[in-house]
């Protein structure tokens, strides 16, 4: 048995044998530190998603949006002939048809939105929307074909959906040949599928959502939300006037950078209000976003772990006004002021580390469960996420924390006077 | 070994406990204090014990001044050269015998022995080894005395200073801790007695009657 082996049974063994007081220390320090982890979480699955929407967007490719026909024949006359680019626009959202699923009697609504393209490569970039964020990914034909510039050029009633707008309207991932009813306008036009694409992974939520309806049996109506791709020619043929939006990207490679500065420049001349997107201006949004939260969240979090340190250095001089005895006989045979002070503050240490352990149990436990809870009530896929770093950081502001906050309570120890504790008499 | 020169010790300016203290206590004497309550014994074992250190006059231990050296070096000889034995033994409740005895190793920097079989042979020697996992509340005044003389002899200290140490034991028990601290007297260590019972004050090779805050043979 070693001099440490001694100071470990006798100091910290015999720490943790007043379980009242230190359950109720370790609880207390406990809950500002599942607060920073279970914080800390969210804020990372929020920035997760956040920049996850940010890296969908293709790097090389540029958005701009306006529903105005001057940005139109802008883009067409001044834009078009000089850059790269790709020009879609999008129509309203129009019910489509109300399909009954058998297995349960549960009324569907189908809601599509019709983004006309005019491209025929839906390998390269693909457009899309979700929640009203827009994704410009790359995608790959499954099925059938894509939208071709004899589709284009004819206004051919064709269409392109992904995968799982496959699913939730035919059951099937291939539904090449099957028919949409579209009412606009002019009337009903039916669009025949002619191709399929990989899903472009940002609308798992919307099939999350369907089979969490189709579970409960109260049987009501449910909307789903779905984007078709159809040639550019027949929005302008039939649903002109009810475009919302016209959308440009811009994906020349070698000229990335002159074409946004282009853009821009025309923009500012002709008086037009447009807003422009990429993968630059939404990680910069995001960095914004972070910041802002972090900061806020930071100061929340200080001022949580400030009131739990508090409430350590509390229990801590009652310990030691209780332990004044001990401190007294402990002076006496030989323990000097710093080693007094050194025994008060591993304690504080200690204590706060291992409310450290609790705290990340416990949070990883919450956290779990919170994920289940999401997933299957709210279809959502938001994950509190807890890395290995954030655990790091919990520990490293225990221990910071527990120094901090028990260097009071041991000055006060290592000034106890031993000749006014020790009884002689 | 200690040497007391002209040491003055008063409370609040006005209660003089302590006047113009002098003595010399050779290595291996055996001293004993007797005085009345309120004499001052209980202040001059803790001026002895470099436990108070607010007095006048010179104190060496060794040799050497203590008058003026850091709280380190005061805990350092308080810890490896003195050994305490209290009227009230002064254990620690929340720990085990054995935690109780050993508690002076934590402070002991430097030395390095085999604490556990020194442990051992200390509390052997004053027959409480049997005893080593039980907690203080449960002994007996006298086992509970044993056990703080195996404490204040685990470092093999120069000196022992005791306060009543037989003040609270019964007469088997109080020979005992009279034989162990004869025992000790024959090892050569230096010895301070505090007691106000002159029955008791025997066997020592100095007498004093401490009175008026002066010693008197």
Not at chain 1, 137 to 151: E, F, N, P, Q, V
Not at chain 1, 199 to 208: F, Y
Not at chain 2, 121 to 147: C, D, P, T
Request: overall charge neutral; some cysteine; proline content about 1%.
């Amino acid at each position: 048995m070693n001099n440490m082996g001694i100071f470990f049974k006798n100091n910290i063994m015999v720490l943790l044998r007043n379980r009242l007081r230190i359950a109720l220390t370790i609880f207390g320090c406990s809950i500002g530190l599942l607060v920073f982890i279970i914080g800390n979480a969210c804020m990372e699955g929020y920035f997760y998603n956040l920049y996850r929407d940010a890296y969908l967007f293709c790097n090389n490719v540029v958005l701009l949006f306006d529903g105005s026909d001057d940005t139109y024949d802008v883009l067409e006359n001044a834009i078009k002939p000089n850059y790269s680019t790709s020009i879609y626009s999008s129509g309203d959202t129009f019910f489509v048809s109300s399909n009954k699923y058998y297995y349960n009697g549960v009324k569907v609504e189908n809601n599509i939105s019709y983004i006309g393209v005019n491209q025929n490569d839906f390998s390269n970039i693909i457009l899309s929307k979700h929640n009203d964020q827009y994704f410009c990914t790359k995608s790959k034909l499954i099925y059938g074909r894509g939208i071709t510039d004899a589709d284009i050029q004819n206004k051919n009633h064709v269409a392109v959906v992904e995968k799982n707008t496959a699913q939730l309207l035919f059951q099937t991932d291939n539904c090449v040949g099957e028919t949409i009813e579209v009412h606009c306008y002019y009337g009903y036009i039916e669009l025949e599928i002619v191709g399929v694409i990989d899903t472009l992974g940002i609308h798992d939520a919307d099939v999350l959502t369907v089979k969490k309806q189709l579970s409960q049996t109260d049987n009501k109506d449910i909307s789903l939300y779905h984007y078709v791709y159809i040639p550019n020619t027949l929005v302008q043929e039939y649903m002109k006037d009810d475009v919302k939006e016209i959308r440009v990207l811009v994906y020349d490679e070698n000229n990335y950078k002159e074409a946004v500065s282009g853009f821009t420049m025309i923009m500012r001349e002709m008086d037009l209000s447009t807003g422009i997107v990429s993968r630059k201006s939404m990680l910069q949004e995001a960095d914004e976003v972070k910041w802002n939260l972090k900061t806020t969240f930071n100061i929340i979090i200080i001022l949580i772990i400030t009131f739990s340190g508090l409430l350590l250095v509390t229990i801590f001089v009652f310990s030691v006004k209780e332990r004044v005895y001990e401190i007294g006989i402990r002076r006496a045979i030989g323990a000097s002021k710093f080693d007094i002070l050194m025994q008060f503050m591993l304690e504080g240490m200690l204590i706060a580390v291992i409310s450290a352990f609790f705290a990340s149990i416990a949070g990883i436990i919450v956290c779990n469960f919170a994920n289940t809870v999401i997933l299957r009530f709210f279809c959502i896929k938001f994950s509190l996420g807890i890395s290995l770093r954030l655990l790091f950081a919990t520990f490293g502001i225990a221990a910071l924390q527990g120094i901090l906050f028990s260097v009071v309570p041991a000055i006060v120890a290592a000034r106890v006077d031993p000749t006014e504790t020790i009884r002689w008499e | 070994m200690i040497e007391m020169i002209n040491i003055s010790k008063s409370y609040n300016g006005e209660r003089q406990i302590l006047r113009d203290l002098t003595l010399h206590i050779r290595d291996g004497e055996y001293i004993q204090i007797v005085g009345g309550s309120g004499a001052g014994k209980s202040t001059f074992l803790n001026v002895i014990g470099l436990l108070d250190r607010n007095y006048a006059g010179k104190l060496k231990i060794a040799g050497r001044s203590v008058d003026k050296i850091s709280d380190t070096e005061i805990s350092a000889i308080r810890c490896c050269h003195i050994g305490f034995i209290f009227q009230s033994y002064n254990l620690i409740h929340n720990m085990s015998v054995m935690e109780n005895i050993s508690l002076p190793a934590i402070y002991a920097k430097g030395k390095r022995p085999d604490w556990k079989k020194r442990i051992e042979e200390k509390m052997s020697a004053l027959g409480i080894w049997h005893l080593k996992n039980q907690f203080i509340q449960y002994l007996s005044g006298g086992e509970k005395q044993r056990v703080a003389i195996a404490r204040a002899l685990l470092l093999d200290p120069d000196i022992i200073l005791a306060d009543e140490p037989t003040g609270n034991l019964d007469v088997d028990n109080a020979n005992i801790i009279f034989e162990t601290l004869r025992e000790l007297h024959r090892q050569k260590k230096t010895i301070v007695m505090v007691t106000h019972n002159t029955y008791v004050a025997s066997g020592a090779d100095h007498i004093y009657r401490l009175a008026d805050g002066k010693l008197y043979e």
